[in-house]
């Protein structure tokens, strides 16, 4: 007691900053109680108390319902083939920029695909959407051009998922190389040259050296990967896709939005939205263990 | 000897090639744009799309959009204000509670960091979240726009560790020179602190710069929309009547080249600013990736 007594300064420096956690972040996880109710959204805050506990019926209608499947196989394959494109992308990205011998000219090359990183998903989409326009979008017509038939890609189920992936891609590739990078800078030198007196080459070195150097933080940002795998981009989705894709493109996050906040079924809505926390604290959960044991630190 | 030093200069060709066609293809997109917002109508309909460059530069879409704009000014001032009091706010209470939770001897820090670290892992979902927003009346007012994420559990895990690696010689050099615990953070900790504070602090900024979708549904009425609320707006109008009678003009520039001049427009700042702060990032992943 005394000694607490004695730190109370650093207690009150920490009091704003975990009652923002308890109301902003505990408060919601209480709240999400209501996915077990059947609150109307026109009761306000007496409503919240008073509204009939219903047991898991917004469960049981959500995995029983049509969309069920599709919503979580969406999730899965976009965020599974991001994972796919997306996670050795930076890192040949990396190794690639290794090999380049001119400082300036690798620092601007740097410099440059971190720009993606810095723009907003909403400008992103909206150069998406001119290239991709119909009439008059750069690719669309080009393409046009060649086999004489115009594609609406953001409304093709075949295109629209290429284009996630892709755009994923182009946003993330330089910034995500940043870890990389810093990885291979602190590789000792003298494993380099002892190789070159052996008589590797480049390739030889970049494989037999560099790549099991940084083995250790591949691993480690591989599992942080699989412990998002339920994020599978909800702005940028939410941003692209039109009902036409919905088939393909929809995911829990943005059935989870049109439900609650447009549709206004709060309580099915908080239950999806539950259901999706659940899973996605076990996968975080099991991946920091792994990494854990992996040795040294977890991912925190 | 010889035929390996031609292999070594062909394998540079092909690897700094390689990386030109990446670095093109990311800056293709912002190129394209410009060349668009830069055109008339008559050269638009004229080449259809195929637009790398201008032929005749116009800067009609530029004129409609600075001369007569009240809400795209307006929606500068909301982002400026959401930036500026976001980010120190967010500073303001991430440094506090990471200061505070990093003191090595503190009864019950081992939970209280706990007690952070599991909001990362676990979150009662949107529906809740937003729900409880609107019970606090916090919808459309500026505070909708940063109180609800106020302190990121990552961003409060780097400072914390960067704080619990400072010289504990130092600290204890300035008890015994009977300072006090508030002395010691604003004369010891925080002017060692200027890097960290500096790098999340751009963190947070290009977060409130950038963000949409809270401010999308937080703020449905009044004239607290931020830029890209009224950008996503704008972009998403198959025409632009809803914000400029262009008809009168002798020569209105396309919906493609105003909409083109928007997305410059609000990018510039940040095309600006960013390859200047872009160093502070990388020194920002570089803490939170090796860990103390």
Known sequence: MQKIWKYRFYYYLALPGL????????????????????????????????????????????????????????????????????????????LLLNEVLRMSLKRVMQTISYLPHFISWVVTAGMITALLATSGGLITETINDFT????????????????????????????????????????????????????????????????????????????????????????????????????????????????????????????????????????????????????????? | MKSQYKTEIFYNYIIVGVLLILTLSFLLPFIVVLSTSLISEAEWAERGGHVLYPKKISFVAYDILFGKSYVLFNAYQVTFLRVTLGTFCNLLFTTTLAYALAQRDLPYRIPLTFFVFFTMVFNGGLIPQFLLVDFLNLRNTIFALFVPTLINGWYFLIMRNFFMNIPKDLIDAAIIDGASPVRILISVVLPLSMPVMATIGLFYAVYHWNEWFYASIYIT??????????????????????????????????GASLRAALIIFSTVPILIVYPFIQRYFVKGIMIGGVKG
């Open chain 1, 19 to 94: 009652i923002y956690f308890i109301i902003f972040h505990y408060v919601p996880m209480a709240g999400a109680l209501i996915a077990f109710k059947d609150i109307s959204p026109f009761d306000g805050l007496q409503g919240f108390f008073d509204a009939p506990w219903v047991g898991l019926k917004h469960f049981e209608r959500f995995t029983s319902s049509v969309y069920f499947y599709d919503v979580i196989e969406n999730t899965l394959i976009i965020s599974g083939l991001k994972i796919l494109f997306g996670f050795p992308a930076p890192i040949i990205f990396a």
């Open chain 1, 148 to 300: 004489g038939s115009s594609i609406n890609f953001l409304g093709n189920k075949d295109y629209f998922v290429g284009i996630l992936v892709t755009s994923h891609v182009w946003k993330t590739i330089g910034w995500s190389s940043i870890i990389y990078l810093a990885a291979m800078s602190s590789i000792d030198p003298a494993l380099y040259e002892s190789a070159r007196i052996d008589g590797a080459n480049r390739l030889q070195m970049a494989w037999h050296i560099t790549l099991p150097s940084i083995m250790f933080v591949i691993v480690i940002m591989f599992l942080l990967e699989i412990g998002n795998l339920l994020e599978a981009g909800f702005e940028q989705i939410l941003l692209l896709y039109s009902p036409s894709v919905y088939k393909v493109a929809d995911i829990i996050d943005t059935f989870v939005y049109r439900e609650g906040l447009l549709a206004l079924k709060y309580s099915f809505a908080a239950a999806v939205g539950l259901f999706k926390a659940v899973i996605a604290f076990f996968l975080l959960y099991t991946a920091n263990r792994l990494a854990n044991r992996l040795g040294q630190t977890g991912l925190w």
């Open chain 2, 221 to 254: 009425e009044g004239n607290l929309k931020p830029m890209q609320i009224i950008l996503r707006g704008l972009l998403n109008q198959a025409t632009m009547e809803g914000m400029e009678n262009i008809s009168f003009m002798e020569q209105p520039p396309p």
